[in-house]
């Protein structure tokens, strides 16, 4: 084999490794591409989702608490005389595993009497959740994963797309993660802004939040907490032996006392 042919192959070997590379790391360009975007919001009106608000049961939409008006899904307090821990979720009527979701959310107006402190501007997308059906009439929050979303305050730093774990553990960085809550590196928002928060979620893989095409939180082997009391009846009904981890689930978005709209909800399914 002449040098000239030996040089040719080992860059073209140099190059098919390279290029091999980045297809395995960066897959979420070429599924994009790929893909086809799923409007889970119409615009219109809230078919496709359903509503469960602690103390009232499945499908009792308290005080119209979401809402459309004007092409944009609101959760509004405005029939609260008080918010009384009425913690409520709307529920996407399909469970996914393997999908990006993605949404464009703003804070707005005050929250209401009642409301909790660490609930000024908060709210969240829950992902790999329960079922509304086995839920708690009293339970606050679904079994899941929460991307939380928050707003700033006049002053302070104030992160977004934060992790919370209701029922549930995540691997972070390499090991087992109990913290409740675990801080994005995303910047603080303040004010009505409008914010695109990402969440690409690839069964018990991997799961990364990105806020404005960013990646600002990643973790990996979502999973139910065993000593958790509303996770220990979803354990209950697992086959024995069975895994803790979180494969799919349900997905819905979060009612914690202060306003939110959601302009777009769109999701994206991935091949596993």
């Known amino acids: 084999m002449t040098c000239r042919l030996r040089n040719h192959l080992a860059g073209a070997l140099c190059c098919s490794l390279f290029l091999g590379h980045l297809l395995a790391v960066d897959t979420t360009a070429a599924d994009v591409a790929e893909g086809k975007w799923i409007q889970l919001f119409n615009g219109k009106d809230l078919s496709g989702w359903k509503v469960k608000i602690k103390g009232h049961e499945l499908g009792e939409n308290f005080g119209k608490t979401f809402r459309v008006e004007n092409g944009v899904l609101k ?61 708690g009439k009293n339970q606050n929050f679904p079994v899941s994963i929460e991307v939380q979303l928050l707003g700033g305050r006049k002053m302070g730093k104030r992160s977004t797309a934060n992790l919370c774990t209701p029922g549930t553990h995540v691997f972070y960085k390499g090991k087992l993660h109990k913290p409740h809550c675990t801080n994005s590196a995303s910047k603080t928002y303040r004010g009505d802004q409008w914010v695109t928060v990402e969440i690409e979620v690839r069964g018990s893989e991997i799961i990364r939040h990105k806020i404005d095409g960013k990646t600002v939180l990643e973790y990996t082997k979502p999973q139910l907490d065993p000593n958790d009391k509303d996770a220990k009846k979803l354990i209950a009904g697992k086959p024995e032996g069975k895994s803790l981890l979180l494969e799919s689930g349900s997905i819905s978005l979060q009612s914690e006392s202060h306003p939110v709209e959601f302009r777009k909800v769109e ?6």
């Open 75 to 135: 959760v509004g307090y405005d029939a609260y005389k008080g918010f009384g821990a009425k913690f409520g979720h709307l529920f996407y009527e399909k469970s996914f595993s393997h999908y990006i979701i993605r949404c464009e959310y703003r804070f707005t107006g005050q929250q209401v009497t009642g409301g909790p402190g660490w609930a000024f501007r908060n709210s969240g997308i829950m992902v790999h959740g329960q079922a509304p059906e086995s839920m």
């Open 267 to 272: 999701l994206l399914p991935l091949k596993p």
